[in-house]
């Protein structure tokens, strides 16, 4: 089983609509979860991060996270052509030097 | 957010050189940098993570006497890709933990690609 699983997708979805992207992990020791923005031929770009259950919103971009059900998940809100990338999810165990775990990877296609 | 470089962004080589990719914290001080690598279409994967002042830990199966890691200051990590290989070629990526931040925050270089020819 995969430690931080993501569906590849791609994930099709008009201008304006709402994209949500979704991820699972195994680990229920983690305690920190990001999302990575990625595009093509570039380096992922952290775009949130949350550590405690709920919601946390950004301009945009929501995070919730359901630690019960392991559970993390991105909405992309008025979501446009330029949000077109791969979504990395990524976790982590609570402080020190611990590495972080990505998963694959979603890719997300606003269609204008 | 932080900002973390990379240089060079772009080399091409001839197999059996060494090359060596820099990654430098810019404003602030990194104890630990982690260096990925990505190939097409797949994702990041951690070769290592290198630690100011003490060996880097290596992933299992990254060759270490291969992949060569130095992180001589708080702000810089360097890697060396020894006797390179087509194979090796590959996006090379950095990223370095701001310990300015409670929590595990990553933040990544540019990257540095790879072409072994």
């Known amino acids: 089983q995969k430690e931080v699983e993501q569906n590849s997708g791609p994930l099709s979805v008009p201008e304006g609509a709402i994209a949500s992207l979704n991820c699972t992990y195994s680990?229920?020791?983690?305690?920190?979860f990001f999302w990575y923005r990625q595009y093509s031929g570039k380096s992922p770009e952290l775009i949130m991060s949350?550590?405690?259950?709920g919601d946390k919103e950004d301009g945009r971009f929501t995070a919730q996270l359901n630690k019960a059900s392991q559970y993390v998940s991105l909405l992309i809100r008025d979501s446009q052509p330029s949000d077109s990338a791969t979504y990395l999810c990524?976790?982590?165990?609570?402080?020190?030097?611990?590495?972080?775990?990505f998963g694959t990877g979603t890719k997300l296609q606003v269609i204008p | 957010g932080a900002v973390v470089s990379q240089h060079p962004s772009w080399v091409i080589c001839k197999s059996g050189t060494s090359v060596k990719i820099e990654c430098r914290s810019l404003?602030?001080?990194?104890?630990?940098m982690f260096w990925y690598r990505q190939f097409p279409k797949q994702s990041l994967m951690l070769m290592a993570t290198?630690?100011?002042?003490?060996?880097?830990?290596?992933e299992q199966g990254v060759e270490k006497d291969k992949f060569l890691i130095n992180h001589a200051s708080l702000t810089l990590s360097t890697l060396t890709v020894t006797s390179a290989h087509p194979e090796d070629s590959s996006f090379y990526i950095c990223?370095?933990?701001?310990?300015?931040?409670?929590?595990?925050?990553?933040?990544f270089g540019p990257g540095t690609r790879l072409l072994v020819l």
């Open positions: 680990d229920r020791g983690s305690q920190s």
């Open positions: 990524a976790v982590a165990p609570l402080g020190g030097y611990q590495k972080v775990t």
């Open positions: 949350i550590y405690s259950n």
């Open positions: 290198s630690n100011e002042g003490s060996k880097a830990t290596y």
């Open positions: 990223s370095a933990r701001d310990p300015g931040l409670v929590q595990e925050t990553q933040y």
């Open positions: 404003d602030f001080q990194a104890t630990t």
